[in-house]
Antibody, heavy 117, light 110 residues
Framework: QVQVVQSGAEVKKPGASLKVSCKAS????????MHWVRQAPGQGLEWIGI????????TYAQKFQGRVTMTRDTSTSTVYMELSSLRSEDTAVYYC??????????WGQGTMVTVSS | QSALTQPASVSGSPGQSITISCTGT?????????VSWYQQYPGKAPKLIIY???KRPSGVSNRFSGSKSGNTASLTISGLQAEDEADYYC??????????FGTGTKVTVL
């Protein structure tokens, strides 16, 4: 079935970097863009950016520019999101979600990231 | 890019209809018919329930409907059921491959 499966929970120290993976299956990986979205505890959804798995082009929300890098590996149908210079405010659940017709139709299970000293 | 504005909470009795608004600007909601809505239960990933303003994915109840007027999009839930109690988020395309989410609305079934 169509699904995206994310890597497991992470605990990071302030200033460190984070890399979350999102493995797609059940569909043609290069045919659909992939979004990254996060949700801080008790807060709403926040769009981080989008990657085109075909050519690798990316667009990031202004808030994250300079700190986020999205990449993909077509051989394993996996996209990655790396976030650097972590601070406590980056504590959140991070989701990847497949893009379809202006919406986000298939979501990963989420990756809990805790930033704490 | 500022978050789209939604009411913090909306409530209704079983069987009633409720409407959740999502107010943006002429740069996002007002410019594109690419508004989507998501339902989220606590501890779960969001689920797409409306895309392109008023289209429902396969398997989504026809009790959910979407519309848009100017800079404001709306989600209507008709025949409210206990299972509809959840958080709801709108999202809009804002040009240049940028997207923005709404602030979220908690729906309570009385």
């Amino acid at each position: 079935q169509v699904q995206v499966v994310q890597s497991g929970a992470e605990v990071k120290k302030p200033g460190a970097s984070l890399k979350v993976s999102c493995k797609a299956s059940g569909y043609t990986f290069t045919s659909y863009y992939m979004h990254w979205v996060r949700q801080a505890p008790g807060q709403g959804l926040e769009w981080i950016g989008i990657i085109n798995p075909s050519g690798g082009s990316t667009t990031y929300a202004q808030k994250f520019q300079g700190r986020v890098t999205m990449t993909r590996d077509t051989s394993t149908s996996t996209v990655y999101m790396e976030l650097s210079s972590l601070r406590s405010e980056d504590t959140a659940v991070y989701y990847c979600a497949r893009a379809l017709e202006g919406g986000f139709d298939i979501w990963g299970q989420g990756t809990m990231v805790t930033v704490s000293s | 890019q500022s978050a789209l504005t939604q009411p913090a909470s909306v409530s209704g009795s079983p069987g009633q209809s409720i409407t959740i608004s999502c107010t943006g600007t002429s740069s996002d909601v007002g410019s594109y018919n690419l508004v989507s809505w998501y339902q989220q239960y606590p501890g779960k990933a969001p689920k797409l329930i409306i895309y392109e303003v008023n289209k429902r994915p396969s398997g989504v109840s026809n009790r959910f409907s979407g519309s848009k007027s100017g800079n404001t999009a709306s989600l209507t839930i008709s025949g409210l059921q206990a299972e509809d109690e959840a958080d709801y988020y709108c999202c809009s395309y804002a040009g240049s491959s940028i997207y923005v989410f709404g602030t979220g609305t908690k729906v309570t079934v009385l």
